[in-house]
């Protein structure tokens, strides 16, 4: 008695596909799982077991063999539980074989044979659809995921037994059908912050319309309650909304790590992640014994948020440098290499000092060496890879008080989608969707200088002592900015506000 049933496992952001093979024979009541199953698959069997005598239905005491192929990767997590309790029902011949043909089953279960929810169902039906399957068996609670993905009949079944008499015919089931307009539509956030609420400030909100409109990162630097955090949390409501593919592409990560809402299915929103400064290395940039997305990863195409950046651990930080450059963190271990895209708005908050009042002599009470300790958290070649630096001053009593209702985020954002429209058409069919990821050959072509911008630019390398890094992202924000004024060409002004987010390197690390 065999039988061989379809599951999926996920290597990274993508999934792939296992067989569940199933041998049941005469002789003494052994039950072995092989093919590299981790502790939580191993434990199935006793899931398995009592989940099928739960349900009414009988658990055959022979020898059973279940064999996950391919037996040379390995098999981790619970969602392996129906396909192998499938197996064995089909084995013994409580579900006629044939009927398993063209169909992916996923979901854990548990004792009294309740289907629960799994993470990463999402690649792994994408992975389904495009290795051909009809139709996936699918826990009720991962329906909505699930069905975004189009061209494969997605089950969404809350109990073993359900499924056992669907699969035999006798109880009908329709696929779950999902609008995902209507899902963009119902579940995108009204957020409930907004660019109005800042008083003064307006270096700081320019900066941050610039970083919105060319995908720059941006480092704050002011004293305790100069709205640091406050500007950094109202970024997102002037981002560009997100598109269909990016939305999936984010959902994918989201649901690796168990974040999806089982309402919505899909991630509708750009993300917003700030992790306590105490984070991990691992956490932060991905990693662990079994490789996880990190939170540079579940920012993609979204706002990674580090507030008191010096108190951050400083190989978290060093760990940095690689994701900014590449868009895309990659974790080798013995067992397997995995890349995991992280293409991310970094924006980091960070006080001057230690009691956060330098250069205010009046109120500063550090010493030059507890200063210069403080700011050597932060490292230069990090630093280089920031594109705006932004200083910020205490907020007045007059911008306090001032009852003008200042630009809201609505304005703001129409200038960085026009902005961004210019950038997709002139990248058009180049792999390039903002000015922050040209690379040095795209900076020739489209960061034309005339002579007098040649002249400035020559003279902020010289005086600042620029790294080639800094002088490529010095023109990079600067083609943003001529963007947002509309102009094709960089003028002297662009150069000149470019280079004013360039010199509090020189002005607190020099």
Known sequence: ??????????????????????????????FDI????DTAVKE???????????????????????????ADTRKEGASYDLPIAIGILAATGAIVPELLENTVFLGEMSLEGALKPIKGILPMIIASKQLGFASAVVPYENVQEAAVVDGIDIYGISSL????????????????????????????????????????QHKAKRALEIAAAGGHNVLLIGPPGAGKTMLARRLPTILPDLTFDEAMEITKLHSIAGLIDAKS??????????????????????????????????????????????????????????????????????????????????IASMNPCPCGFYPDISKCTCTPLQIK?????????????????????????????????????????????????????????????????????????????????????????????????????????ARTIADLDGSDNITEAHI???????????QFWG
């Open 265 to 346: 299915g899909l991630v509708t929103n750009r993300p917003f992640r700030s992790p306590h400064h105490t984070v991990s290395n691992a956490a932060l940039i991905g990693g662990g014994r079994i490789p996880k997305p990190g939170e540079v990863s579940l920012a993609h195409y979204g706002v990674l948020f580090l507030d008191e950046l010096p108190e951050f651990r400083r190989d978290a930080l060093e760990a940095l440098r690689q994701p900014l450059e590449d868009e895309r963190v990659t974790v080798s271990r013995v067992s397997a290499t995995i890349s995991y895209p992280a293409k991310f708005l970094l």
């Open 34 to 37: 092989v093919g590299l199953p």
């Open 161 to 200: 037994a359900d499924v056992v008499a669907f699969l035999n015919g006798e109880m009908p089931i329709s696929p779950f059908r999902c609008d995902v307009d209507d899902i963009f539509m119902r579940h995108r956030i009204n957020y409930d912050v907004d660019f109005a609420d800042v008083k003064g």
């Open 496 to 506: 000149a506000e470019a280079v004013q987010y360039r010199n509090l390197d020189r």
């Open 373 to 477: 300790n403080y700011l050597s958290k932060v490292s230069g070649p990090l630093l280089d890879r920031i594109d705006l630096h932004v200083e910020l001053q205490p907020v007045s009593y007059d911008d306090l008080d001032d009852s003008t209702l200042a630009e809201g985020s609505a304005d703001i954002k129409k200038r960085v989608e026009a902005a961004r429209a210019i950038q997709l058409e002139r990248y058009r069919d180049s792999g390039i969707y903002f000015n922050s990821q040209l690379s040095g050959a795209h900076i020739s072509r489209y960061c034309h200088l005339g002579i007098k911008e040649r002249k400035l630019m020559n003279q902020a390398f010289e005086r600042l002592s620029l790294s080639a890094r800094a002088y490529n992202r010095i023109l990079k924000v």
């Open 44 to 70: 199935s069997k006793e899931r398995v077991r009592t989940a099928i005598k739960n349900s009414g239905m009988e658990f055959p005491l022979k020898r059973i063999t279940i064999n996950m192929a391919p």
């Open 1 to 30: 008695m065999f039988s061989k049933v379809k599951s999926c496992a996920l290597m990274g952001i993508d999934g792939y596909a296992v067989d569940i093979e199933t041998d049941v024979s005469n002789g003494l009541p052994v």
